[in-house]
């Protein structure tokens, strides 16, 4: 995959996807988590995996995801983060608000050809 | 969406207090995210060592640490926390930038501190002597002028009877409570300097109406009114002065004279204590039941959701009729509070914009210190940029240091606000005569405090400052970008323009400065009409039941014998009225022909009634004809005396001398024998009334003799001190009981009408003189930086031939032309705002040549010198060694 593919994140975004990814996939560490993210985006993304951190740490800070040190099956201790309540309400909430943004900027940009 | 921001933020805050916890946690989590990575790496096959190097290149641990710590605090604060460290140690290298800095501005600061104290106190706090002081208004008539009797347009205070109160609360819907107040003057028995207090009558309803609780006891109730019962209730300060605070005055006994009106001394019950803050704005400490055949002025409180406009609409009628008004009387309803300050207006304003002034002078004067120290800085601001810093982070460094000088010039100004507020009350003289007239008050004065607010204001300042002089300075540091670039001539006009400025802002202090004191000069210099010093003055209190009006004036007489044989004192007299007494007497007025059914008219002459000698004793001059002397007593020729004002209007073209002139309805002859010079009897800044004097002796009776007691003025050249026990031990010798007060030379009295006046130009003088120098250091600043500046260029000149004053020249000419910028834009300023002076100025004005000019050429002058140290530093400049510096 050549880098000139790779599309850029925007910051509020990541956040998004984060938690939509824990959702899914119930609790995981930061590695598992880069991992599964560039997964389903099928490498298109150009993740750099220390700018997690910064998501992480805003979306723990709003109380939207919780961290705790578990044992991986290797026995390697690791940062396992799951979503919490609050942050299931916010994904609701920011995902239909992602849509209608996108909906709005697709009618915008292509509508008027 | 908010309660998860409110989350982050308070997560963020507890993240800046404890960061190394926070780095510690990232650690543990980055080594486990890098050894997983690694684990996966040798699982698929790389050798060990490339593993982990592959696992680094994937988390990437240093970025991830940056961001990290980017996104758990606030960036700003944690630069701030290593940030002020810096600049401090930046200011404790430069010790005189920073002291010169927070001098500076600290001067400002402090001047707008006490400034906003004052208007605080004054203006903007509501008064205190009523949770609803300011729902309080008083009702107001204005009239109309009169051709008939040539009475000039005037307002009063509406006066009704306690009949009418009645009518009026039970008909107005839109006032809530409504109450009837006289002012009063008693006198305390037992003390000497309580011979005169001030006092109020008033319905009962007043106290509901302030809804003030008392301290003690209770306030006056509708049965005390009801049985006119002996009962008063006290203020604060009375309580404390005479009788100590004490709890059991509550239903004790206290003696009162009533001064005005029917004399006599009775027992009164204390029937409560008022707290402090009752006399907030008011200046009564006895407060008494109306009588029901008194009058009072009609005090009403708004009830909720009125607006003035529409009381006094519901009023009108009831009043008009009550009144008996006719259609050209127009009413008014008068904020208490707005009458209070209504008068210290202008003045507030003025010393408002004046304060204002001096800080932005301040403020300009520290923006360019701050440009110099920057400019030179400029090499290294550039290495920093070339090493990665943002330009927003050196503006933010910058910053810091320019909020530090400005917080420690806080606390420097907070320190100077509470000097000038213990010198403003040091100026003013708080215990305030009541008989006299012509003290321009400065109300509420016990009030002003560098309080909660003031301080506040103070920090709030401090913060702009410190945001508003660095501004500039740290975005032109932070464009330094050549690293090469050693040399700093940029910036030079700027500073040019920021010391004109300096002196613009100077040149209108001084000029309002030069106005006030101008019109102060005028006030002082009025010709008083009499001579104010070597004469010293007291008033006698005696027993009100055993000295009616015709023993009142055998005492007089005997007293200003005995005071006569004192070997100090050259001649002693007494009168019913001093100069600068406010008490109103025209007997009838003065007229040409006799009319037993003559009505009062307003603007009828002021009556004095003087023993012979009085006019003598006060150095008043005889114009014409002769005074008053020995001869003119009881039984003889009725004579009296006018003055100037009174001749040009009545006599006027004609010699009064000789002339018949009549009194009021008397239809007894007077025979004006001479003419004196005005006396200014009331306010200095006010023309001379008409007046005429007639001899004690020849008294008429009709009114009251001595309205407040008698005023004895005494010739001597000894001061009020030293006179003081003899004047006691000759009163009590006469009448035992009598007490002395109110003793103060004529001087003293004079003084004390200026005293508010006096402290205008005290202030606005300290503003404009600190003013002038800070500009003045700031023009010498700017030349002598741009001498160092160009000290290559003016080498060259040298070693080419130039002379030392052509260098002196140079250096000058930069100096005028920043001088002449600055005085030309000060002067139009000034000139267009001086007009809201006017009411401080006495009669000079606003646009008064001679001041502008005086300041102009004075400021010309003194820069100039200032501009000489720094041209006579470029001439020592030795073109070898400049020339050969790189």
Redesign the interface.
């Known amino acids: 995959m050549s880098s000139g593919d790779r599309v850029e994140l925007l910051q509020g975004t990541l956040d998004l996807i984060v938690l939509r990814a824990l959702a899914t996939m119930g609790p995981l ?4 988590l880069a991992a599964r993210i560039e997964q389903v985006a099928d490498q298109a993304l150009s993740l ?7 998501a992480l ?2 979306l ?5 995801i919780a961290g705790d040190w578990q044992r ?1 099956e ?1 026995n ?4 396992y983060y799951g979503i919490t309540r ?1 942050g299931r309400k ?1 994904l609701e ?1 920011e995902t239909a608000r992602w849509r209608r943004l996108a909906g709005l900027v697709d009618k915008l940009l292509l509508g008027e050809q | 969406m908010t309660l998860a921001s409110l989350r982050r933020v308070v997560a963020r805050l507890r993240a800046l207090v404890s960061s190394s916890r926070a780095d510690r946690e990232l650690e543990r989590e980055l080594a486990a995210h890098v050894a997983l990575a690694e684990e996966d790496f040798v699982r698929r096959g790389l050798p060990p060592a490339e593993a982990r190097a592959a696992a680094e290149r994937l988390v990437r641990p240093d970025r991830a640490r940056e961001l990290h710590r980017e996104t758990r605090s606030f960036p700003w604060l944690e630069d701030l926390r290593r940030d002020v460290p810096y600049a401090l140690r930046g200011l404790r290298r430069t010790p005189t930038f920073a002291a010169a800095a927070i001098v500076t501005l600290g001067l400002g600061l402090g001047a707008a501190t006490a400034v906003f104290s004052v208007v605080h106190a004054v203006a903007l706090e509501p008064l205190r002597y009523s949770p609803h002081s300011d729902r309080l208004v008083r009702l107001r008539a204005h009239l109309p002028a009169d051709p008939v009797s040539g009475a000039p347009a005037r307002s009063n205070f509406v006066l009704m009877t306690p009949a009418d109160l009645e009518v009026v609360r039970e008909r107005a819907r839109l006032v809530s409570h409504v109450a009837l107040i006289s002012a009063s003057v008693m006198g305390l028995a037992g003390h000497d300097d309580a011979a005169r207090i001030g006092a109020v009558r008033a319905s009962a309803s007043v106290f509901p109406l302030l809804d003030t609780p008392p301290l003690a006891g209770r306030v006056l109730g509708r049965s005390d009114e009801a049985n006119a019962a002996d009962v008063v209730v006290i203020g604060h300060q009375l309580w404390q002065r005479y009788f100590a605070g004490d709890p059991a005055i509550v239903g004790r006994e206290i003696e009162l004279d009533s001064v005005l009106g029917v004399r006599a001394r009775r027992p009164y019950t204390v029937a409560g204590v008022m707290p402090e803050r009752f006399a907030s704005g008011l200046t009564r400490q006895i407060w008494l039941p109306m009588p029901a055949d008194g009058r009072g002025v009609l005090l009403a409180r708004l009830a909720e959701g009125a607006t003035p406009a529409a009381a006094l609409a519901e009023l009108d009628p009831i009043v008009r009729e009550l009144g008996d008004h006719g259609p050209d009387v127009r009413y008014e309803l008068a904020g208490e509070h707005d009458e209070l300050v209504r008068p210290v207006r202008p003045a507030l304003r003025m010393l408002s914009v004046a304060a204002g002034l001096l800080l932005l002078i301040a403020c300009v004067n520290v923006t360019n210190l701050l440009l110099a120290r920057g400019l030179a800085r400029g090499h290294e601001m550039a290495m920093r940029r070339a090493l990665g810093a943002s330009r927003g982070r050196l503006v933010r460094q910058a910053l810091a240091e320019s909020t530090i000088v400005s917080a420690a010039a806080a606390a420097l100004g907070v320190a100077l606000a509470f000097a000038g507020v213990r010198l403003l009350h040091a100026l003013v003289e708080r215990e305030m005569r009541m008989d006299l007239v012509g003290q321009i008050a400065f109300p509420r004065l016990g009030e002003v405090a560098v309080d909660g607010p003031a301080l506040a204001v103070a920090v709030g300042l401090a913060v702009l400052t410190g945001l508003l002089v660095g501004a500039i300075p740290a975005l032109r540091a932070s464009s330094a970008t050549d690293v090469h670039d050693r040399t700093v001539t940029r910036g030079g006009r700027v500073q040019a323009g920021l010391a004109a400025a300096q002196v613009a802002l100077a040149t209108a202090l001084l000029v309002a400065g030069g106005l006030v004191l101008s019109g102060f000069a005028r006030l002082v210099g009025a010709e008083t009409g009499y001579h104010a010093g070597g004469v010293v003055t007291f008033q006698v209190s005696l027993p009100a039941d055993r000295y009616p009006d015709d023993r009142l004036l055998a005492f007089a007489e005997t007293l200003a014998e005995r005071l006569r044989g004192l070997p100090a004192v050259q001649a002693a007299a007494y009168a019913n009225q001093l100069p600068l007494v406010a008490l109103r007497d025209t007997a009838g007025g003065l007229w040409r022909t006799p009319d037993p059914a003559r009505r009062g008219a307003p603007g009828g002459a002021d009556a004095r009634y003087v023993s012979h000698d009085y006019l003598g004793v006060l150095g008043v001059r005889v114009l014409e004809g002769r005074g008053l002397d020995r001869g003119d007593g009881a039984g003889k020729p009725r004579v009296l005396l006018v003055n100037r004002a009174l001749a040009a209007r009545e006599f006027a073209g004609e010699s009064p001398v000789g002339q018949r002139v009549y009194v009021g309805r008397d239809t007894e002859p007077w025979t004006v024998v001479g003419v004196v010079d005005d006396v200014r009897q009331y306010a200095l800044e006010r023309p001379a009334e008409p007046q005429f004097f007639m001899d004690l002796r020849q008294w008429q009776g009709g009114m009251p003799l001595f309205p407040g007691g008698a005023y004895f003025a005494l010739r001597t050249e000894a001061g009020v001190d030293a006179l003081l026990p003899d004047i006691g031990a000759a009163v009590r010798e006469i009448e035992p009981a009598a007490s002395l007060f109110h003793v103060a030379s004529m001087d003293q009295l004079v003084d004390q009408a200026i005293s508010v006046p006096r402290l205008y130009v005290v202030v606005l003088a300290l503003f404009a003189i600190v003013g002038l120098t800070l500009a003045l250091v700031g023009l010498y600043g700017v030349l002598a930086y741009g001498v160092v500046q160009r000290h290559r260029e003016i080498g060259v000149r040298m070693a080419l031939g130039a002379a030392r004053r052509q260098v002196v020249a140079l250096i000058l000419r930069d100096g005028w032309r920043m001088t002449a910028a600055g005085v030309a834009i000060g002067l139009v300023v000034a000139a267009a705002f001086a007009r809201t002076l006017e009411s401080l100025l006495y009669g000079v004005p606003p646009l008064d040549a001679v001041t502008y000019a005086v300041v102009a050429f004075g400021l010309g002058l003194v820069a100039t010198l200032a501009a000489f140290v720094p041209a006579r530093r470029a001439t020592k400049i030795d073109p070898a060694i400049t020339l050969r510096c790189e």
């Open positions: 560490h930061a590695y598992a750099n995996q220390g700018t997690l951190y910064p740490v805003r723990e800070q709003k109380g939207w991986t290797n390697r201790e690791a940062k609050a916010a909430a």
